[in-house]
Nanobody
Framework: QVQLVESGGGLVQPGGSLRLSCVAS????????MAWYRQAPGKQRELVCL???????NYADSAKGRFSISRDNAKNTVFLQMNSLKPEDTGVYYC???????????WGQGTLDTVSS
């Protein structure tokens, strides 16, 4: 069974930084596409960034230049480094795995990040 567990969320002031982690079990992250999504209060879940099995990364316009996705294959963990945070970055951040051969999606439980002074 595939399981994703996020951590690292919390309360941060505007301009601050947070680093989220997503530990995967049951699948190798290096064999699949990994992504981070955000769901702001009252809004739909949206893609923040992703990293493919070949290491290609892609970012939403709102994340470019501020956020960075990376992975540690040995620890089967994906990271999201968020810098220069803004109040509009507030939301629940979800880790997502897209299985390469089936296209099935697996979601973590989410971690709440609040950017506020």
């Amino acid at each position: 069974q595939v399981q994703l567990v996020e951590s690292g969320g919390g309360l941060v002031q505007p301009g601050g930084s947070l680093r989220l982690s997503c530990v995967a079990s049951g699948r190798k992250i290096s064999d699949n596409t990994m992504a981070w999504y955000r769901q702001a209060p009252g809004k739909q879940r949206e893609l923040v960034c992703l990293i493919t099995r070949s290491g290609v990364t892609n970012y939403a316009d709102s994340a470019k230049g501020r956020f960075s996705i990376s992975r540690d294959n040995a620890k089967n963990t994906v990271f999201l480094q968020m810098n220069s945070l803004k109040p509009e970055d507030t939301g629940v951040y979800y880790c997502n795995l897209v299985e390469y051969y089936t296209g099935n999606r697996v979601w973590g439980q989410g971690t709440l990040d609040t950017v506020s002074s």
